[in-house]
């Protein structure tokens, strides 16, 4: 049986493994009651297609130990600058700096609690 993301322990958890293998200005919101799309959202910035690969490689390996599986399989992926992983009632976004500063998905869910941020998030 595929396991879920069961409160903000999980959520907490996959951000602060993400930080640990260099992603950068790590967030994790709590969108519960304000969005029908998912209960969190991690989003992290990865700072080459390699460092990419490798976060996608490991975080499937921490997820996969925890009984976390995505809906749809990661599959092979080819080289994007926002790659995105749906846990159903969690959304990771890996993204590029560069689109990570045009769409900025922290402000446009603004109103949804901070329940992990990088320690070396700049404001």
């Known amino acids: 049986?595929?396991?879920?993301?069961k409160n903000e322990l999980d959520v907490r958890e996959i951000?602060?493994?993400l930080e640990d293998h260099k992603a950068r200005d790590v967030v994790a919101l709590d969108l519960?009651?304000?969005?029908?799309?998912?209960?969190?959202?991690?989003?992290?910035?990865?700072?080459?297609?390699?460092h990419l690969r490798g976060l996608l490689g490991q975080l499937t390996t921490f997820c996969e130990e925890k009984a976390l599986f995505?809906?749809?399989?990661t599959g092979r992926l080819s080289y994007s600058e926002w790659v995105l992983l749906d846990y159903g009632v969690l959304v990771i976004h890996?993204?590029?700096e560069r689109l990570r500063g045009f769409y900025?998905?922290?402000?446009?869910?603004?109103?949804?609690?901070?329940?992990?941020?990088?320690?070396?998030?700049s404001s």
Do not use: C, N
Not at 1 to 5: A, Q
Not at 32 to 50: K, M, N, Y
Not at 70 to 73: E, T
Not at 107 to 121: N, Q, R, T
């Open 1 to 5: 049986m595929e396991g879920t993301v």
């Open 104 to 121: 900025q998905l922290e402000k446009l869910w603004h109103e949804a609690p901070v329940i992990y941020g990088s320690s070396s998030k």
């Open 94 to 96: 890996l993204m590029s």
């Open 32 to 50: 519960r009651g304000i969005s029908p799309i998912a209960d969190f959202f991690v989003i992290a910035t990865f700072q080459s297609e390699g």
């Open 15 to 17: 951000a602060e493994f």
């Open 70 to 73: 995505p809906l749809s399989g």
